[in-house]
């Protein structure tokens, strides 16, 4: 019964490692394939750009007043 203890506890760890050998080859698959767009297929995504709107930061307008007295 003790040597089945053994088999079995290395069984499992070999599970784990392969398991987890499967999941290290999925996320390399998933990170290494190539996202290029088709000739007649759906555009890549693509990451976004983010843009202020114009004036914002320089010119705060009224919203951006705390004083309305003030000039």
Request: proline residues 11%; without cysteine.
């Amino acid at each position: 019964m003790a040597g089945e203890t053994g088999s079995t506890a290395l069984r499992e760890l070999l599970f784990v490692v392969a398991v987890a050998a499967a999941g290290l080859l999925l996320a390399m698959v998933a990170v290494f394939t190539p996202w290029h767009a088709t000739p007649g297929g759906a555009a890549p995504a693509a990451p976004v750009e983010l843009h202020s709107p114009a004036g914002v930061v320089d010119e705060p307008g009224p919203a951006g007043r705390t004083d309305p007295t003030a000039g």
